[in-house]
């Protein structure tokens, strides 16, 4: 079992950046593999970004690529998403979820736990 909490959104101007984290406790945080996902009022919720466990791997969804970096601290139990460039598009509740299963998923079905969100709102 592991309690995800994400922090660090809030309202930004378009063009600005936002670091989010999100901090776990419970079992090993590095026996899991890391993403985060977002959803737009209206609309399912979206990958974004995924890591691997010991942070050697990491992919991105195609609207946030070359714009938004993932990474994590094993010592600190916390993963983060630097999102820079941001859009009014980029609008939305930003979720932290892990996977402790082999291999990465894209896919909401392959995390199994999730935080509560935090919201980010870019104005145009």
């Known amino acids: 079992q592991v309690q995800l909490v994400e922090s660090g959104g809030g309202l930004v101007q378009a063009g600005g950046s936002l670091r989010l984290s999100c901090a776990a406790s419970?079992?090993?945080?590095?026996?899991?593999?890391m993403a985060w996902f977002r959803q737009a009022p209206g609309k399912e919720r979206e990958f974004v970004a995924t890591?691997?466990?010991?942070?050697?791997?990491?992919y991105y969804g195609d609207s946030v690529k070359g714009r938004f970096t993932i990474s994590r601290d094993n010592a600190k139990n916390t993963v983060y998403l630097q999102m820079n460039s941001l859009k009014p598009e980029d609008t939305a509740v930003y979720y932290c979820?892990?996977?402790?299963?082999?291999?990465?998923?894209?896919?909401?079905?392959?995390?199994?736990?999730w935080g509560q969100g935090t919201q980010v709102t870019v104005s145009s």
């Open positions: 419970g079992r090993t945080f590095s026996s899991y593999a």
């Open positions: 979820a892990a996977r402790d299963q082999i291999g990465s998923s894209y896919y909401i079905q392959g995390y199994k736990y």
């Open positions: 890591i691997s466990r010991n942070g050697g791997y990491k």
